[in-house]
């Protein structure tokens, strides 16, 4: 194929195939002659997946849900968490103004049973459970 212009789209090609495994080789016309060929490269069109013999890892969907109860709140907060993982989740609370106020690790199965919030003053907050590379903000108001 002989183009002008620096591209090139496989609905070009004669005989063009969905998933076929295409030689190219690229020659640069600059005033008039053309370079020689560079090396060959084989490129694969879209259109079917290759199949190489490797496999893809499975990638298996992860459940991370957070709740924060009762909200509003007057003496303390509780934490609800709905995940798939047992790792440990890191739980940050800052003020509306983004300073952190608490930082504290737990086991997944034991969020649950920790207070937060008794010694805040009356206002809105900002919640950030991470576990893994999960993260799940949440916000909660003391009265």
Same mark, same amino acid.
């Given at each position: 194929?002989?183009? %002008?212009?620096? #591209? ?7 005989? #063009?195939?969905?998933?076929? !495994?295409?030689?190219?080789?690229? +020659?640069?016309? %600059? ?8 090396? +060959?490269?084989?490129?694969? +069109? @879209? ?7 490797? =496999? ?13 109860? @009762? ?18 989740? =890191? ?7 983004? !300073? ?13 049973? +920790?207070?937060?919030?008794? /010694?805040?003053?009356?206002?809105? #907050? ?9 993260? /799940?903000?949440?916000?909660?108001? /003391?009265?």
């Amino acid at each position: 194929m002989d183009r %002008t212009l620096s #591209y090139f789209n496989f609905s070009m090609v004669p005989g #063009y195939i969905p998933g076929g !495994k295409y030689m190219v080789r690229v +020659a640069v016309r %600059t005033t008039g002659y053309h370079s020689p060929f560079g090396e +060959a490269c084989f490129v694969y +069109a @879209p259109g079917v997946l290759r199949q190489d013999g490797t =496999q893809q890892p499975e990638v298996i969907a992860q459940r991370f849900n957070a709740t924060v109860f @009762p909200n509003p709140y007057a003496e303390s907060f509780s934490l609800d968490l709905d995940s798939t993982s047992e790792g440990a989740v =890191q739980v940050r609370v800052y003020d509306m103004i983004g !300073k952190l106020l608490e930082e504290r690790s737990f086991e997944a199965s034991r969020i649950e049973l +920790a207070q937060f919030g008794e /010694k805040y003053p009356s206002g809105v #907050y900002n919640i950030v459970l991470t576990q893994g590379t999960n993260v /799940k903000t949440l916000r909660v108001i /003391k009265r």
